[in-house]
Nanobody
Framework: QVQLVESGGGLAQPGGSLRLSCAASGFAFSDYASGWARRAPGKGLEWVSGIWSDSSDDYYADSVKGRFTISRDNAKNTVYLQMNNLKPEPTAVYYC????????????????WGQGTQVTVSS
């Protein structure tokens, strides 16, 4: 069965950095696109970033462009989200997501979701 396990969340100060990791198992990781979504108070679910199966293309929400970087290591079945220059925000839950094909689209919800990891940016 598909398993997606997020890690790396926690508390950071404004201007700081966090690196999220997602360990995938139960499927051919290198054949599928991956993404990160988040749910924050008052905002609902939004796509943060996505990456195609072979890293040939990616996607970023306007709010994180230039600050966040998505990457993946298919040999390790792991996708990452490097978050730099963090802005003050209430606690949000970041989810790792598997998609149905090699490509990522922010218009799709994905087929499988991890349980999420919390990220808080506060002084």
């Amino acid at each position: 069965q598909v398993q997606l396990v997020e890690s790396g969340g926690g508390l950071a100060q404004p201007g700081g950095s966090l690196r999220l990791s997602c360990a995938a198992s139960g499927f051919a990781f290198s054949d599928y696109a991956s993404g990160w979504a988040r749910r924050a108070p008052g905002k609902g679910l939004e796509w943060v970033s996505g990456i195609w199966s072979d890293s040939s293309d990616d996607y970023y929400a306007d709010s994180v462009k230039g600050r966040f970087t998505i990457s993946r290591d298919n040999a390790k079945n792991t996708v990452y989200l490097q978050m730099n220059n963090l802005k003050p925000e209430p606690t949000a839950v970041y989810y790792c997501v598997k998609f149905i094909s090699y490509s990522f689209s922010p218009q799709q919800e994905g087929t499988d979701w991890g349980q999420g990891t919390q990220v808080t940016v506060s002084s």
